[in-house]
């Protein structure tokens, strides 16, 4: 479940992307850049009403699914990543570490006299 609201989620925000990028503005707008001025001739007259529709049904429709995904997250209850490392790090190994334990030194240089 949560796998299929992300795959939605990034073609929801995608298309959004596009849907923005291609309306057209007041000066020269990405619509232009890639041809998009001639686009008011394939939708139509009303093209900016059918876009302005466009981008408020795929943004109601990312933030639906942001609410989604939200809920699903907190349900889900997997262990962390973080928390897979810690009992990887917390489980003993197969050999035991032997202590280590300092050996006195016997080159200790005597105290210099005045």
Do not use: W
């Not at 939605?8 to 998009?36: C, T």
């Amino acid at each position: 479940m949560l796998t299929f609201l992300i795959v939605i989620h990034l073609i929801v925000s995608i298309l959004l992307i596009v849907a923005v990028l291609l309306q057209s503005g007041k000066g020269s707008s990405m619509a232009n850049v890639f041809g998009g001025g001639g686009m008011e001739t394939v939708f139509g007259a009303e093209t900016p009403a059918i876009m302005n529709r466009i981008t408020t049904v795929l943004a109601i429709l990312f933030m639906i699914n942001c609410i989604l995904l939200t809920t699903v997250s907190f349900r889900y209850t997997g262990p962390s990543v973080i928390q897979r490392e810690l009992q990887k790090q917390s489980t003993p190994s197969e050999q035991p570490l032997k202590p280590v334990t300092p050996t006195p030194s016997t080159d200790v240089p005597k105290a210099q006299q005045n």
